[in-house]
């Protein structure tokens, strides 16, 4: 997986190696199918609840922090969410995505930075 502490030339090629690589893994029906599983039944295993939660809101806080640093600008909590909750979607509907993963992480990425580049205060 990817490592936060790689030098990056931007925060758009961080972000974009992330969702690629996140996509990558998940690029098994078999993995896809357990991660959907896993999430599905998160409250009946405490320790499989804090994992996830550690993954999606710990984890996706320190990339952001790092690409808020990249970047100059703040990411607001909900665009990070989107972010993490977009490439779930494409996970879910993998097999329905008419485009593919690279294209897709791209457009994400590259919306995610200019919405908040755009909102950031100059």
């Known amino acids: 997986m990817l490592t936060i502490g790689n030098n990056y030339k931007s925060a758009e090629d961080l972000l974009t190696e992330f969702g690629l690589s996140f996509l990558k893994k998940c690029s098994n029906e078999n993995m896809r ?58 996970i879910i509907w993998w097999n329905d995505n008419k485009i593919e993963p690279e294209e897709y992480v791209r457009a994400l990425v590259k919306g995610i930075i200019n919405s908040a580049s755009s909102s950031a205060p100059h």
Do not use: H, N, W
């Not at 409250?43 to 922090?65: E, P, S, V, W």
């Open 33 to 90: 199918a357990l991660l959907i599983m896993t999430m599905a039944y998160k409250d009946r295993y405490t320790k499989i609840k804090a994992k996830l939660k550690a993954a999606c809101l710990d984890k996706m806080d320190q990339l952001f922090k790092k690409v808020e640093e990249m970047a100059g600008f703040a990411i607001s909590q909900p665009m990070r969410r989107a972010f993490f909750g977009s490439l779930l979607c494409y």
